[in-house]
């Protein structure tokens, strides 16, 4: 059972998904925090208020804090507009400019009977040569 779990662990999808989490969970923080400190104090130069967290309204005994859903919606779009253009455009860039190559390869040229013939032979004489050996 430890062979087996090691084997699962050290499987390349597991490491990789594993790094990927760390990695977006470290991205997420960064723009978060140019999000929270930067971009939100843009915002308040024309809005006024540089966190929406404090807007709220209450019924009776209940608080409803429509401002924190409105500074996390902010920060949400934020961080999914840099994902866009600075992940998915670019990989999809790198995808198309590959497949145009690829497109742009040259099909291979078909033989003539008589080179096949000729390669056929070549193939017999390697044949009998490995078969002496």
């Given at each position: 059972m430890v062979k087996e779990f090691r084997d699962f662990i050290l499987r390349g999808n597991v490491v990789d998904l594993?790094?990927?989490?760390m990695l977006g969970t470290a991205f997420a923080t960064v723009v978060g925090s140019f999000t929270e400190n930067i971009l939100m104090n843009?915002?308040?130069?024309?809005?006024?208020?540089p966190n929406f967290r404090g807007l709220d309204f209450s019924i009776g005994d209940t608080v409803f804090t429509y401002g924190a859903f409105i500074t996390d919606v902010?920060?949400?779009?934020?961080?999914a507009a840099v994902l866009f253009f600075f992940v998915v455009k670019?990989?999809?860039?790198?995808?198309?400019?590959?497949?145009?190559?690829?497109?742009?390869?040259?099909?291979?040229v078909p033989l003539?009977?008589?080179a096949?013939?000729?390669?056929?032979?070549?193939?017999?004489a390697l044949k009998d040569l490995q078969n002496k050996n």
């Amino acid at each position: 059972m430890v062979k087996e779990f090691r084997d699962f662990i050290l499987r390349g999808n597991v490491v990789d998904l594993a790094i990927a989490v760390m990695l977006g969970t470290a991205f997420a923080t960064v723009v978060g925090s140019f999000t929270e400190n930067i971009l939100m104090n843009v915002i308040a130069l024309f809005g006024g208020q540089p966190n929406f967290r404090g807007l709220d309204f209450s019924i009776g005994d209940t608080v409803f804090t429509y401002g924190a859903f409105i500074t996390d919606v902010v920060a949400f779009l934020i961080l999914a507009a840099v994902l866009f253009f600075f992940v998915v455009k670019p990989v999809n860039m790198l995808l198309e400019r590959r497949k145009k190559e690829a497109a742009a390869a040259p099909a291979p040229v078909p033989l003539s009977p008589a080179a096949e013939r000729l390669l056929e032979e070549l193939r017999i004489a390697l044949k009998d040569l490995q078969n002496k050996n």
